[in-house]
């Protein structure tokens, strides 16, 4: 009997404990652009479920990320709103350069505080509308929204004129709270931002060929290329993942 209460207490010891160490274990971590938070959001909020696993999100620019990421930050996957600072990373091996992968894209679109009454836009009548008041983005030095804002503006040959006009914010959701509180009669942003706020509307849409394409790569982080970081991978690249961003507005290739 003795023997057999001994055999009960190791079988639930051995059973027991690979649960509690796991529940003890860090949350997967990713680094990810501030434009993705809500999508992103979605897809870590069934970490628990689909992976067995706690994940969270840290959410800014681009930029500021991979410097924290170059500098050290506990990351285990990075997601940028462009190619540049995921080559940047990429190039100086602090991500796994062959596990890139390109999640979704987006477009880039001029909002308004919703009550503002603007005119109908065409090239020209946007120019003279923006050249009226500041015009919150993402800084072009480092946050890719405002890099795209710049391209497009240069591309219609108004960024002598209006660069004097910019509210330069750190990333891009920053330029569009400014627009939401009224303070800034426009904004250049990502149409994805333009879905998540009841308090702006778009006024006007880039076309693409006006910039770089807006693409999100993914990758994960040198030296955390492990099983449950892959698992994590592999949810953000299945159609739970798709759906996600697709919810939230982004474009994503069926395959």
Not at 47 to 75: E, M, N
Not at 144 to 166: C, F, K, M, R, V
Not at 235 to 249: D, I, P, Q
Request: proline share 5%; glycine share 6%; with cysteine.
């Amino acid at each position: 009997m003795r023997c057999l209460f001994r055999t009960f207490i190791l079988f639930c010891t051995l059973v027991l404990l690979p649960g509690l160490s796991r529940a003890d274990e860090p949350p997967l971590t990713v680094f990810a652009a501030a434009s993705t938070q809500q999508a992103v959001e979605a897809v870590l909020s069934r970490c628990p479920q689909l992976i067995s696993k706690a994940c969270r999100g840290v959410f800014a620019a681009s930029s500021t990320l991979a410097r924290q990421i170059a500098g050290g930050a506990p990351a285990d996957i990075y997601i940028s709103a462009n190619l540049k600072w995921m080559r940047y990373l990429s190039d100086n091996k602090y991500v796994v350069s062959n596990r890139v992968s390109v999640l979704a894209s987006n477009r880039l679109v001029v909002v308004a505080p919703k009550s503002l009454e603007v005119p109908d836009m065409d090239d020209e009548t946007l120019l003279g509308w923006l050249a009226g008041d500041r015009v919150a983005v993402g800084d072009p030095v480092h946050v890719p929204a405002g890099i795209y804002a710049e391209q497009a503006l240069q591309a219609l040959g108004a960024w002598q004129t209006l660069e004097g006009h910019l509210l330069r914010m750190p990333n891009v959701r920053a330029a569009l709270a400014v627009v939401a509180h009224a303070e800034a009669n426009a904004g250049i942003v990502y149409a994805t931002d333009a879905a998540v706020s009841r308090d702006v509307k778009i006024v006007y849409r880039f076309d693409p060929s006006l910039h770089e394409p807006i693409r999100y790569p993914m990758a994960p982080l040198t030296g955390r290329d492990s099983k449950d970081v892959n698992r994590l991978i592999d949810l953000f690249l299945s159609e739970t993942g798709k759906a996600a961003f697709r919810a939230a507005g982004f474009e994503v290739a069926a395959d």
